[in-house]
Protein backbone atom coordinates (compact mmCIF):
# COMPACT_ATOMS: atom_id res chain seq x y z
CA UNK A 1 0.00 0.00 0.00
CA UNK A 2 0.99 3.79 -0.29
CA UNK A 3 0.77 4.84 2.83
CA UNK A 4 0.70 8.61 4.24
CA UNK A 5 1.45 8.85 8.01
CA UNK A 6 1.59 12.27 9.70
CA UNK A 7 3.94 13.20 12.69
CA UNK A 8 6.28 10.32 11.00
CA UNK A 9 9.15 11.85 12.86
CA UNK A 10 7.43 11.30 16.13
CA UNK A 11 7.94 8.38 18.75
CA UNK A 12 4.72 6.10 17.43
CA UNK A 13 4.94 7.27 13.78
CA UNK A 14 8.61 6.38 13.29
CA UNK A 15 8.05 2.69 14.74
CA UNK A 16 4.85 2.29 12.94
CA UNK A 17 6.71 3.51 9.43
CA UNK A 18 9.62 1.31 10.51
CA UNK A 19 7.32 -1.70 10.65
CA UNK A 20 4.83 -0.84 7.27
CA UNK A 21 8.31 -0.60 5.25
CA UNK A 22 9.66 -3.71 6.76
CA UNK A 23 6.37 -5.50 5.20
CA UNK A 24 6.79 -4.35 1.74
CA UNK A 25 4.58 -0.80 1.80
CA UNK A 26 5.60 2.97 0.34
CA UNK A 27 5.51 5.71 3.08
CA UNK A 28 5.33 9.08 2.98
CA UNK A 29 5.85 10.84 6.01
CA UNK A 30 5.45 14.42 7.26
CA UNK A 31 6.43 16.47 10.13
CA UNK A 32 6.94 19.80 10.99
CA UNK A 33 10.02 19.31 13.12
CA UNK A 34 8.34 21.58 15.84
CA UNK A 35 10.86 22.08 18.40
CA UNK A 36 8.45 20.83 21.69
CA UNK A 37 10.94 18.86 22.29
CA UNK A 38 14.75 18.50 21.09
CA UNK A 39 14.55 18.36 17.33
CA UNK A 40 17.36 15.90 17.07
CA UNK A 41 15.55 12.97 18.37
CA UNK A 42 12.87 13.70 16.00
CA UNK A 43 16.03 14.24 12.89
CA UNK A 44 17.43 10.94 14.15
CA UNK A 45 14.26 8.75 14.12
CA UNK A 46 13.96 10.31 10.45
CA UNK A 47 17.62 9.01 10.04
CA UNK A 48 16.34 5.37 10.79
CA UNK A 49 13.79 5.91 8.37
CA UNK A 50 15.71 6.83 5.44
CA UNK A 51 17.75 3.57 4.80
CA UNK A 52 14.67 2.61 3.89
CA UNK A 53 14.29 3.09 -0.45
CA UNK A 54 10.59 3.28 0.15
CA UNK A 55 10.19 6.22 2.58
CA UNK A 56 10.39 9.57 1.58
CA UNK A 57 10.04 12.66 4.36
CA UNK A 58 8.95 16.16 3.17
CA UNK A 59 8.39 18.79 6.41
CA UNK A 60 5.19 20.12 6.33
CA UNK A 61 2.65 21.45 9.23
CA UNK A 62 -1.07 19.82 8.79
CA UNK A 63 -2.43 23.06 9.88
CA UNK A 64 -1.43 24.62 6.80
CA UNK A 65 -4.11 24.01 4.70
CA UNK A 66 -2.68 25.28 1.38
CA UNK A 67 0.38 22.39 1.63
CA UNK A 68 -1.70 19.78 3.01
CA UNK A 69 -4.04 20.57 -0.37
CA UNK A 70 -1.04 19.97 -2.53
CA UNK A 71 0.54 17.38 -0.70
CA UNK A 72 -2.98 15.01 -1.32
CA UNK A 73 -3.40 16.39 -4.81
CA UNK A 74 0.24 15.18 -5.98
CA UNK A 75 0.54 11.24 -4.23
CA UNK A 76 -2.82 8.80 -4.18
CA UNK A 77 -2.53 7.30 -0.74
CA UNK A 78 -4.63 4.07 -0.27
CA UNK A 79 -4.49 4.84 3.76
CA UNK A 80 -3.67 7.54 5.89
CA UNK A 81 -2.62 7.68 9.69
CA UNK A 82 -2.93 10.42 11.08
CA UNK A 83 -0.22 10.51 13.86
CA UNK A 84 0.38 14.36 13.85
CA UNK A 85 -0.35 16.49 16.91
CA UNK A 86 0.30 18.65 19.69
CA UNK A 87 0.62 16.07 22.65
CA UNK A 88 0.55 16.95 26.56
CA UNK A 89 -1.58 17.62 29.31
CA UNK A 90 -0.19 20.20 31.13
CA UNK A 91 1.03 22.36 27.88
CA UNK A 92 -2.38 22.56 27.11
CA UNK A 93 -3.30 24.61 29.87
CA UNK A 94 0.05 26.98 29.02
CA UNK A 95 -0.47 26.86 24.80
CA UNK A 96 -3.92 26.29 24.16
CA UNK A 97 -3.97 27.92 20.95
CA UNK A 98 -1.25 25.23 19.46
CA UNK A 99 -3.67 22.27 20.33
CA UNK A 100 -6.31 24.45 18.08
CA UNK A 101 -3.83 24.70 15.23
CA UNK A 102 -2.39 21.53 14.92
CA UNK A 103 -5.36 19.23 16.42
CA UNK A 104 -8.48 20.81 15.16
CA UNK A 105 -7.33 22.77 12.14
CA UNK A 106 -4.75 20.52 11.27
CA UNK A 107 -7.24 17.47 11.23
CA UNK A 108 -9.98 19.18 9.39
CA UNK A 109 -7.03 19.59 6.78
CA UNK A 110 -6.26 15.92 7.02
CA UNK A 111 -10.11 14.92 6.67
CA UNK A 112 -10.66 17.43 3.41
CA UNK A 113 -7.50 15.44 1.54
CA UNK A 114 -8.73 11.91 2.19
CA UNK A 115 -12.57 13.02 0.75
CA UNK A 116 -10.92 14.94 -2.52
CA UNK A 117 -8.60 12.36 -3.12
CA UNK A 118 -9.98 8.69 -2.87
CA UNK A 119 -8.43 8.09 0.21
CA UNK A 120 -9.71 4.34 1.23
CA UNK A 121 -9.34 4.10 5.02
CA UNK A 122 -7.71 7.11 7.63
CA UNK A 123 -6.76 5.87 10.74
CA UNK A 124 -5.81 8.77 13.16
CA UNK A 125 -4.79 8.66 17.07
CA UNK A 126 -7.18 9.99 19.81
CA UNK A 127 -6.61 9.32 23.54
CA UNK A 128 -7.44 7.97 26.88
CA UNK A 129 -7.90 11.29 28.06
CA UNK A 130 -11.23 11.70 26.19
CA UNK A 131 -12.65 9.95 28.94
CA UNK A 132 -12.04 12.90 31.50
CA UNK A 133 -14.43 13.03 34.69
CA UNK A 134 -15.14 9.73 33.79
CA UNK A 135 -14.40 7.24 36.82
CA UNK A 136 -16.15 3.90 36.05
CA UNK A 137 -13.43 1.59 35.26
CA UNK A 138 -12.10 -0.62 33.08
CA UNK A 139 -12.66 2.43 30.49
CA UNK A 140 -15.00 1.33 27.53
CA UNK A 141 -16.09 2.65 24.32
CA UNK A 142 -19.17 1.63 24.66
CA UNK A 143 -19.43 5.09 27.98
CA UNK A 144 -19.80 8.43 27.16
CA UNK A 145 -17.13 10.67 26.91
CA UNK A 146 -18.42 14.23 27.47
CA UNK A 147 -16.09 15.81 30.64
CA UNK A 148 -13.23 16.19 29.29
CA UNK A 149 -10.67 17.96 31.84
CA UNK A 150 -7.99 18.96 29.69
CA UNK A 151 -7.98 21.28 26.20
CA UNK A 152 -6.35 18.48 24.81
CA UNK A 153 -8.72 15.74 25.59
CA UNK A 154 -11.21 18.26 24.15
CA UNK A 155 -9.63 18.54 20.53
CA UNK A 156 -9.28 14.08 20.84
CA UNK A 157 -12.73 14.06 21.39
CA UNK A 158 -13.38 16.58 18.93
CA UNK A 159 -11.07 14.64 16.53
CA UNK A 160 -13.66 11.68 16.94
CA UNK A 161 -16.12 13.74 15.95
CA UNK A 162 -15.09 15.24 13.28
CA UNK A 163 -14.39 11.80 12.21
CA UNK A 164 -17.68 10.50 12.21
CA UNK A 165 -19.21 13.15 10.41
CA UNK A 166 -16.89 12.95 7.63
CA UNK A 167 -17.96 8.93 7.64
CA UNK A 168 -21.06 9.95 7.65
CA UNK A 169 -21.64 12.45 5.18
CA UNK A 170 -18.72 11.11 2.46
CA UNK A 171 -18.58 7.18 3.14
CA UNK A 172 -15.04 7.88 4.38
CA UNK A 173 -14.00 5.06 6.60
CA UNK A 174 -12.22 6.20 9.85
CA UNK A 175 -10.86 4.42 12.58
CA UNK A 176 -9.45 6.02 15.62
CA UNK A 177 -7.21 4.52 18.77
CA UNK A 178 -7.32 5.68 22.08
CA UNK A 179 -3.88 4.92 23.38
CA UNK A 180 -3.17 4.86 27.09
CA UNK A 181 -0.03 6.06 27.95
CA UNK A 182 2.47 4.25 25.52
CA UNK A 183 6.08 3.83 26.37
CA UNK A 184 9.03 2.53 24.86
CA UNK A 185 12.46 3.39 23.08
CA UNK A 186 12.55 6.44 21.15
CA UNK A 187 10.07 7.80 23.37
CA UNK A 188 9.22 11.55 23.82
CA UNK A 189 11.23 13.32 26.92
CA UNK A 190 8.32 15.27 28.41
CA UNK A 191 6.89 11.35 29.44
CA UNK A 192 7.23 9.85 32.62
CA UNK A 193 9.64 7.32 32.02
CA UNK A 194 11.80 9.39 30.02
CA UNK A 195 12.02 11.94 32.92
CA UNK A 196 12.16 9.42 35.74
CA UNK A 197 15.25 7.65 33.74
CA UNK A 198 17.10 10.62 33.60
CA UNK A 199 16.72 12.08 36.70
CA UNK A 200 17.83 8.84 38.58
CA UNK A 201 20.92 8.55 36.23
CA UNK A 202 21.75 11.98 36.96
CA UNK A 203 21.45 11.46 40.69
CA UNK A 204 18.11 13.97 41.21
CA UNK A 205 15.07 13.23 42.47
CA UNK A 206 11.69 12.43 40.64
CA UNK A 207 8.98 14.00 40.99
CA UNK A 208 5.70 12.13 41.77
CA UNK A 209 2.21 13.64 41.51
CA UNK A 210 -1.21 12.98 43.29
CA UNK A 211 1.56 11.73 45.92
CA UNK A 212 2.28 8.87 43.64
CA UNK A 213 -0.97 7.35 44.11
CA UNK A 214 -1.21 7.69 40.13
CA UNK A 215 -2.01 4.31 38.05
CA UNK A 216 -2.12 4.33 34.34
CA UNK A 217 -2.52 1.62 31.85
CA UNK A 218 0.85 1.71 30.58
CA UNK A 219 1.54 0.32 26.54
CA UNK A 220 4.17 -0.60 24.99
CA UNK A 221 5.21 1.07 22.05
CA UNK A 222 5.54 -2.26 20.21
CA UNK A 223 2.00 -3.33 21.06
CA UNK A 224 0.44 0.08 20.05
CA UNK A 225 1.98 -0.50 16.25
CA UNK A 226 0.66 -4.18 16.00
CA UNK A 227 -2.74 -2.84 17.18
CA UNK A 228 -2.55 0.32 14.46
CA UNK A 229 -1.35 -2.39 11.48
CA UNK A 230 -4.32 -4.89 12.59
CA UNK A 231 -7.22 -1.66 11.95
CA UNK A 232 -5.44 -0.51 8.71
CA UNK A 233 -5.51 -3.65 7.40
CA UNK A 234 -9.64 -3.99 8.37
CA UNK A 235 -11.16 -0.76 7.38
CA UNK A 236 -14.38 0.59 9.46
CA UNK A 237 -17.93 -0.32 8.38
CA UNK A 238 -21.22 0.44 8.57
CA UNK A 239 -22.85 -1.41 11.65
CA UNK A 240 -26.04 -2.39 10.39
CA UNK A 241 -27.35 -3.13 13.55
CA UNK A 242 -27.21 0.80 14.95
CA UNK A 243 -30.31 1.64 16.66
CA UNK A 244 -30.22 5.34 16.40
CA UNK A 245 -33.24 5.17 18.89
CA UNK A 246 -30.60 3.86 21.32
CA UNK A 247 -27.53 5.18 20.46
CA UNK A 248 -24.16 3.43 21.22
CA UNK A 249 -21.06 5.51 21.01
CA UNK A 250 -19.15 2.57 19.76
CA UNK A 251 -21.17 1.58 16.69
CA UNK A 252 -22.21 3.75 13.78
CA UNK A 253 -24.28 2.95 10.73
CA UNK A 254 -21.08 5.29 9.09
CA UNK A 255 -18.05 3.76 8.10
CA UNK A 256 -16.33 4.37 11.90
CA UNK A 257 -14.70 2.90 14.57
CA UNK A 258 -13.37 4.37 17.93
CA UNK A 259 -11.31 1.38 19.45
CA UNK A 260 -9.03 1.50 23.09
CA UNK A 261 -5.24 0.34 22.88
CA UNK A 262 -3.97 -0.21 26.05
CA UNK A 263 -2.09 -2.98 28.28
CA UNK A 264 -5.52 -3.76 30.12
CA UNK A 265 -3.98 -3.43 33.66
CA UNK A 266 -3.30 0.16 35.28
CA UNK A 267 -0.15 -0.23 37.13
CA UNK A 268 0.61 2.13 40.40
CA UNK A 269 3.36 4.55 40.03
CA UNK A 270 5.60 3.43 42.24
CA UNK A 271 5.63 -0.03 40.74
CA UNK A 272 6.30 1.71 37.87
CA UNK A 273 9.42 3.71 39.40
CA UNK A 274 10.00 -0.03 40.77
CA UNK A 275 10.57 -1.37 37.72
CA UNK A 276 12.88 1.63 36.80
CA UNK A 277 14.82 1.30 39.66
CA UNK A 278 15.83 -2.26 38.52
CA UNK A 279 15.89 -1.95 35.37
CA UNK A 280 18.51 0.65 35.72
CA UNK A 281 20.45 -0.76 39.44
CA UNK A 282 19.87 2.51 41.55
CA UNK A 283 16.98 3.41 43.77
CA UNK A 284 15.59 7.04 43.13
CA UNK A 285 15.01 9.50 45.30
CA UNK A 286 11.29 10.44 45.43
CA UNK A 287 9.11 13.85 46.00
CA UNK A 288 5.85 13.69 46.49
CA UNK A 289 3.52 16.53 45.29
CA UNK A 290 -0.13 17.36 44.43
CA UNK A 291 -2.17 15.88 41.22
CA UNK A 292 -1.68 18.20 38.43
CA UNK A 293 -4.81 20.29 37.00
CA UNK A 294 -5.86 18.21 33.75
CA UNK A 295 -4.21 14.74 35.21
CA UNK A 296 -6.56 12.00 35.91
CA UNK A 297 -6.05 9.62 39.17
CA UNK A 298 -6.24 6.34 36.85
CA UNK A 299 -6.77 4.97 33.83
CA UNK A 300 -7.84 1.42 32.38
CA UNK A 301 -8.16 0.50 29.35
CA UNK A 302 -10.83 -2.32 28.69
CA UNK A 303 -9.57 -3.78 24.89
CA UNK A 304 -12.43 -6.64 24.34
CA UNK A 305 -13.82 -4.47 21.02
CA UNK A 306 -10.48 -4.09 19.65
CA UNK A 307 -9.68 -7.72 20.42
CA UNK A 308 -12.80 -8.96 18.79
CA UNK A 309 -12.22 -6.41 16.26
CA UNK A 310 -8.56 -8.03 14.87
CA UNK A 311 -8.08 -10.57 17.23
CA UNK A 312 -5.26 -8.52 19.53
CA UNK A 313 -4.44 -7.32 22.42
CA UNK A 314 -1.56 -5.85 24.32
CA UNK A 315 0.47 -7.94 26.56
CA UNK A 316 3.72 -6.96 26.80
CA UNK A 317 4.89 -6.45 30.48
CA UNK A 318 6.21 -3.39 32.70
CA UNK A 319 9.07 -5.12 33.40
CA UNK A 320 10.08 -6.14 29.87
CA UNK A 321 9.11 -3.05 28.44
CA UNK A 322 10.61 -0.51 31.02
CA UNK A 323 14.01 -2.69 30.62
CA UNK A 324 14.24 -2.24 26.53
CA UNK A 325 13.77 1.49 27.19
CA UNK A 326 16.32 1.84 29.52
CA UNK A 327 18.74 -0.02 27.45
CA UNK A 328 18.25 1.91 24.59
CA UNK A 329 18.25 5.35 26.63
CA UNK A 330 21.58 4.43 27.76
CA UNK A 331 22.98 3.57 24.06
CA UNK A 332 21.52 6.58 22.95
CA UNK A 333 22.99 9.03 25.31
CA UNK A 334 25.98 7.01 25.71
CA UNK A 335 25.22 6.85 29.53
Known sequence: MNVLITGAAGFIGM???????ERGDTVLGVDNLNDYYDPQL?????????????FRFEQADIADRDGMQALFAS????VVVNLAAQAGVRYSLQNPHAYVDANIVGFVNVLEGCRHNGVGHLVYASSSSVYGGNERMP???HHGVD????????????NELMAHTYSHLYGLPTTGLRFFTVYGPWGRPDMALFLFTKAILEDRPIELFNEGRMQRDFTFVDDIVEGLVRVIDKPARSDTGFDPLQPDPARSRAPYRVFNIGNQGPVQLMD?????EAAIGKTAVKHLRPMQPGDVPATYADVSELQAWTGFKPATSIQQGVGRFVDWYRSYYRV
Open 75 to 78: HRFD
Open 147 to 158: HPISLYAATKKA
Open 139 to 141: FSE
Open 15 to 21: HLALRLL
Open 272 to 276: FVSAI
Open 42 to 54: KRDRLARLAAHAS
